[in-house]
């Protein structure tokens, strides 16, 4: 086997039973890799009736095929579970150094189910995992925890860790490689908290791999990575980070402020963009495994109330869910939170926009000091945020805490009176801070359909609906208007595909916007000798996104929870995109149409998912299923 | 006519001459911006597609849009 190692490890934590797969070859092609061949596997092995923070619930960590070519963007890796914040299938995706060092191991994943006794660290050496009992690590920030797994396994060893966040099973804990990358998203993080699992670390040294054309590998990577540094988006990113734009897309109406109440606000759009970050705060770079574009922000606020040691800053995410979203144009309150967020374990999307919502309820009067513990709740507070609410949260710790660490959807669920209907997400994850009123109509569609929930990778649609790049060999040149929903539902058939080929490649999404389709195509043919066309790549991404689809309809999710909330449906008021209303529903109904999906079960026809090879998974659900 | 955020090292403020009928998609051309088709033209303060014909007196912003983070 070429680029993928054919070995998945597995371990029941709760039996310390260690053993292996070897799935077939052509499974591997058939589901690239990553977030697609998670997904088999989980479709496969996991049992549907286990809650996701029960022994029961299914783990896994993914490398997608191209996992330590030495390519910008290529290594990236995938964690995988049942969300405990939605319900649904979760797939998450963390750049940095993990992924080149599990395939040195000899893996291309791991499968972990089970709860460990007493809190324990996963050890990955070379083609054998262990489990090594660790408790005094419970408990710990991930700062420390990461630092004190470097003395106990060298400094070359890589790491992946949860917080008190996880630990106390908050269901948006996240998971943190190195403190700096994340698995951010869908709570994968509560998954391992659930499971008494600390950390998992690899300790091994670099091995040669071995790939189908190792001419052809040298030449692409000679050949794409100048293309990819000198991009446009990779030069942003390379000196202003995910932030560089913020006061672009500010321009266009793309930035939530104050909950999504609004889309603009210009002295935001001045303080809290990428150059503001690098003038102030940004002491250097940093990068992921073998990548030019070095996109990582270092950076150290020297003095005040929100002062930070120097350390990983803030994403774009971040900078709007703890600036604009939050009222706030304070970019050191910013680095503070995201400091903190990073520290606990949280998701800074759920919780920034959790927070949103709590401070919009506090204002309507929904929630009142006897919800908050007679804590006052108001806009742009960031003392109050960062050094009380965060805190709390994570410890779901007094009656505030309790309540946010339930994430907006389940809070609001708690609180009743409407409180739903101004939280902004999908299937219960809060949605990134993108604004479809402003950025593009088709985000909105994109975020409804994404299997996970609310989010602007599991597709491409992004990066497609804002002229990110161009794809003639599949039909696809850039003719879009932003605020209307002409050819959107089309566009999104072509990005579904897309950005399951990029999760499932485990690709970064910003360092592939610079690859043509052929060129995907050629490095896995070249890597891993899957023998791409493009139109069976592109097959392959729609035989992912279909079979997320299949899981979730197993958990109960069916074409009525692909549905925005009413936040989301209101015009814009401010701005250039202010009054105009987005045809959510005429242009779900053609998504529908056009990737032949059952206007009632939210799954593909039986016929289509035959067509891709999904027959085991259509007799399920169509034979049956009632 | 004016560039914002990142765009500002390709493009300057200031008034630009442009044959009659030129769009906002030639516009951009001019400036030499790489992955020009990423660069967003504002007229007026909206958002307009790259065939949009400008007239004289448009105030014209080019603006970078990066999904993400």
């Known amino acids: 086997m070429y680029g993928n190692t054919g070995i998945i490890a597995t371990i029941d934590l709760g039996a310390r039973a260690v053993g292996s797969i070897e799935p077939e070859e052509e499974l591997y092609a058939r589901f690239i890799g990553g977030s697609g061949l998670a997904a088999k596997l989980f479709w496969d092995r996991a049992d549907f009736a286990a809650e996701p923070l029960s022994p029961g619930a299914l783990l896994l960590f993914m490398n997608g095929p191209l996992a330590g070519v030495k390519l910008s963007g290529a290594s990236r890796m995938c964690a995988a579970a049942r969300s405990p914040l939605t319900g649904a299938f979760a797939d998450s995706s963390c750049g940095g150094y993990f992924a080149p060092a599990l395939r040195h191991a000899g893996f291309d994943g791991i499968v972990v189910t089970g709860r460990a006794e007493r809190p324990s660290v996963l050890v990955v050496r070379q083609g054998a995992v262990a489990l090594e009992e660790a408790p005094d690590l419970w408990g710990m920030g991930i700062e420390e925890c990461t630092a004190v797994l470097r003395e106990r396994y060298g400094k070359r060893c890589r790491t992946l860790v949860i917080g008190p966040a996880g630990e106390n099973l908050v269901p948006f804990a996240c998971i943190m490689h190195e403190g700096h990358h994340a698995f951010g998203r869908c709570g994968i993080g509560a998954v391992m908290g659930s499971k008494n699992l600390k950390a998992v670390v690899t300790a091994v040294d670099a091995a040669a791999m071995s790939v189908a054309d190792p001419d052809r590998v040298k030449e692409l990577i000679r050949e794409l990575t100048p293309r990819i540094k000198d991009h446009l988006i990779s030069q942003v990113l390379h000196d202003f980070g995910s932030p560089g734009n913020l006061e672009g897309h500010m321009y266009t109406g793309d930035v939530p402020v104050k909950n999504w109440t609004s889309n603009f606000n210009e002295e935001m759009a001045e303080a809290l963009t990428g150059s503001t970050l690098s003038d102030k705060y940004l002491t250097r770079t940093g990068t992921c495994a073998y990548c030019a574009v070095a996109c990582k922000r270092i950076v150290k606020v020297d003095e005040g109330p929100f002062a930070v040691p120097e350390g990983p800053g803030p994403e774009y995410e971040t900078v709007a869910a703890f600036g604009t979203l939050l009222d706030s144009a304070d970019l050191a309150a910013v680095c503070k939170a995201n400091r903190v967020c990073n520290d606990l374990g949280m998701d800074t999307i759920t919780a920034g926009a959790t927070i949103a919502w709590a401070m919009e309820a506090f204002e309507r009067g929904n929630l009142t000091a006897e919800h908050t513990g007679g804590t006052e709740l108001l806009w742009g507070d960031m003392d109050t945020v960062v050094h009380r609410v965060l805190p709390d949260m994570a410890a779901r710790r007094g009656p505030l805490g309790e309540l946010l660490s339930l994430g907006s959807a389940g809070a609001a669920a708690a609180l009743g009176g409407g409180a739903i209907d101004y939280t902004v997400q999908c299937k219960g994850l809060e949605a990134p801070m993108h604004d479809p009123r402003g950025g593009g109509h088709g985000h909105a569609l994109a975020y409804a359909m994404s299997p996970r929930g609310a989010c602007h990778v599991a597709t491409a649609m992004h990066f497609m609906e804002t002229g990110a790049c161009n794809y003639p060999e599949i039909g696809f040149e850039f003719d879009l208007e932003a605020l209307t929903s002409e050819k959107k539902p089309e566009t999104l058939a072509l990005a579904a595909a897309i950005g399951s080929i990029e999760n499932s490649a485990c690709l970064c999404q910003y360092a592939d916007r610079a690859l043509t389709i052929t060129e995907m195509v050629e490095l896995f043919n070249a890597v891993a000798g899957y023998g791409y066309t493009p139109e069976t790549m592109m097959e392959a991404g729609l035989r992912v996104f279909h079979l997320k689809r299949c899981i979730n309809y197993r958990f109960g999710f069916t074409a009525a929870d692909d549905d925005l909330t009413k936040r989301m449906r209101e015009p814009a008021r401010d701005g250039d995109p202010a009054g105009i209303e987005i045809e959510f529903d005429a242009m779900k109904e053609r998504f529908y149409g056009v990737m032949s999906m059952d206007p009632q079960r939210g799954i593909a026809a039986a016929e289509i998912l035959v067509s891709l090879g999904l027959r085991e998974e259509s007799g399920l659900l169509w034979e049956k299923a009632p | ?69």
């Open chain 2, 1 to 69: 006519m004016t560039g914002a955020g990142p765009l500002r090292r390709y493009v300057g403020t200031g008034e630009v001459e442009l044959p009659r009928g030129a769009t906002a998609g030639e516009l951009v051309s001019r400036y030499g911006i790489p992955g020009g088709m990423q660069a967003i033209v504002l007229v007026g303060g909206t958002r307009r597609p790259p065939g949009t014909v400008l007239r004289d007196g448009d105030v014209v912003a080019i603006v970078s849009l990066l999904a993400g983070g």
